[in-house]
């Protein structure tokens, strides 16, 4: 009888709860339901951002050094932040929640998280569909699509994209200016559009002070199909490592 389980898949952590609505075709297809768990069966809640920094810095030497801003931009956004090799993480697990940030306080736009006004609810995949599909009716919601569909269809001059691409600029200048990392590194659709990445590079070294100019790296990354995955059990045999490297010891 396995004693721990771990598995991934894509949702909103809310406490105990793990929402699986990360797609409007999932949420047409299944809807959306919770899960609860028995008591005495281990439980981890991982967000996938965290796993996937986490892999990423087992692959990437260089990254284990100072800090990194792994920031995703699809049909959600968010952040995760590793100091000299260690992803830092909230008691609630999250860092920054750069998504939820309130970008505009007026705002009645409704976002998942269940707040109004947050930097999803202008710039996210999620957010630009209705509007992106009055131009063209069949962009997909699923990031490789999407990616692929912008590969076709030139969408950086959009004034909803502009207007995304600087409400996302300046959120993210705001967060390096609270842990000025070393590393920024981008992932997700709108980050491999040349013409949008260009507009943000420029909004965003408008926004950076001058005594941080030339002191960090952003580049866009892929991350590897298997990095959740194997974020998720990487604690796993780390601790059955420990327990087989340090029971010779106990027992002596
Ligand atoms: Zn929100």
Known sequence: ????????????????????????????????????????????????????????????????????????????????????????????????????????????????????????????????????????????SEETAFEAFTRENDISELPMIERAVDAFALSLANLNKAVFADRIVLTGPFVNIPSVLKRLESRFFQHLPHYAHGKYQMYVATLGAFDITQGCVMPFFEERMRTIFTAHDEAR
């Open 1 to 140: 009888m396995e004693k721990q389980v771990r598995g991934s898949a894509p949702g909103l952590c809310w406490g105990k709860s793990i929402h699986f609505a990360n797609a409007i075709d999932v949420i047409a297809q299944f809807g959306e339901f919770v899960i609860d768990w028995q008591d005495g069966l281990p439980v981890g809640v991982n967000r996938n951002l965290n796993l996937e920094l986490r892999t990423r810095l087992l692959r990437k030497k260089e990254e284990r050094e100072g800090s990194v801003l792994l920031i995703h931009w699809g049909y959600g956004i968010g952040s995760s932040y590793a100091l000299n090799g260690s992803v830092i993480e909230s008691s609630i697990g999250s860092f920054g929640e750069f998504g939820h940030w309130t970008v505009d306080p007026l705002s009645m736009r409704q976002c998942h998280c269940g707040e109004s006004g947050c930097l999803e609810t202008i710039a996210s995949l999620w957010s630009l569909l209705p509007e992106l599909r009055t131009i063209y009716p069949v962009v997909p």
